[in-house]
C-alpha cells in the first residue's frame, strides 16, 4: 500500500536513547496502520515495542529521532498529530488525593474532547463495574486505578489508539469488557501486550523484529 492509504506510516526510523555512538535501538524501522486497523504489536522484552508507541506518540522528540511520517498521505512532524492520539501507557498517571470524579473534570480540561467526555467516561466505568467515584484512589486497589485510567483515556474519541500493556492489573470480567471495547472501537489501534487475551481478536499481529534491524546490546531496559 501506498503512504495515501494509511492512517499513519513511519519510514526509515532511525532511534537512540544515548549520544555515545553505540548502535541505535531502531535503524531503518517502516511501520503503517490503516484507518479503523487494530494491530496487536509483539516482541521480546527489549525489543522496542513501549519506544514505538512513545515515538508514535510525540514523546521522544527531544531525543532528535530521524523518521519520515505520513498522516493521511501528508508528511508532518510526529508532534503535530498528537491531538488526534489516545495514549494508554503501561503505568497509570493518576492524582492520588483526587477521586475519579474530580479526575474525569481534571481529564477534561488538559483536553479537547467531546461535550460527552463525562458521560462516556462514567459508561465506560459502568463496564468495568467501577462504582468508588468518590473515594480518592489512593485508596484504590491496583486494578481500580487501571480501570479508571482506562476509561479517562477511551472515552476520549480520537483517530488512533496507543495501548501498552492495557490489560494489566485487570479482572477476567474487566479483560472481557476491555476487549469488546476494543473491537467495538472505530478509531485504529496499536496494541502491545505480552499475554494477550485469547478472545482478543486483532486485524494484525505484527513482530516488531520485522520492523526494523535492532542490536541486542542497545536494547537493555526499553520494552
Request: hydrophobic share 40%; with cysteine; proline share 6%.
Amino acid at each position: 500500500m501506498s503512504e495515501e492509504s494509511h492512517l499513519l506510516v513511519l519510514r526509515d526510523v532511525v532511534f537512540s536513547y544515548t549520544t555515545d555512538g553505540s548502535p541505535p535501538l531502531f535503524e531503518g524501522l517502516n511501520f503503517e496502520v490503516g484507518e479503523g486497523e487494530k494491530v496487536l504489536l509483539v516482541g521480546p522484552n527489549g525489543s522496542g515495542k513501549t519506544t514505538l508507541l512513545n515515538l508514535i506518540a510525540g514523546l521522544l522528540e527531544p531525543y532528535r529521532p530521524r523518521y519520515q511520517a505520513f498522516w493521511l498521505g501528508k508528511p508532518v512532524p510526529l508532534q503535530e498529530i498528537r491531538p488526534e492520539i489516545a495514549y494508554v501507557p503501561a503505568e497509570d498517571y493518576l492524582f492520588d488525593e483526587l477521586t475519579a470524579e474530580e479526575h474525569i473534570e481534571v481529564f477534561r480540561t488538559l483536553w479537547t474532547v467531546q461535550p460527552t467526555y463525562r458521560e462516556d467516561v462514567l459508561a465506560l466505568l459502568r463496564r468495568f463495574r467501577l462504582e468508588e467515584l468518590q473515594k480518592p484512589v489512593d485508596r484504590f486497589s491496583l486494578g481500580m486505578r487501571r480501570k479508571l485510567f482506562l476509561s479517562l483515556i477511551l472515552a476520549r474519541r480520537s483517530s488512533l489508539y496507543l495501548l501498552d500493556e492495557p490489560f494489566n492489573a485487570l479482572d477476567r470480567e474487566s479483560t472481557v469488557e476491555l476487549v469488546s471495547h476494543i473491537e467495538e472501537c472505530r478509531g485504529t489501534c496499536v496494541l502491545v501486550s505480552h499475554r494477550p487475551p485469547e478472545a482478543l481478536r486483532m486485524d494484525r499481529v505484527v513482530d516488531i523484529r520485522t520492523l526494523v534491524r535492532t542490536d541486542a546490546s542497545s536494547s537493555r531496559g526499553h520494552s
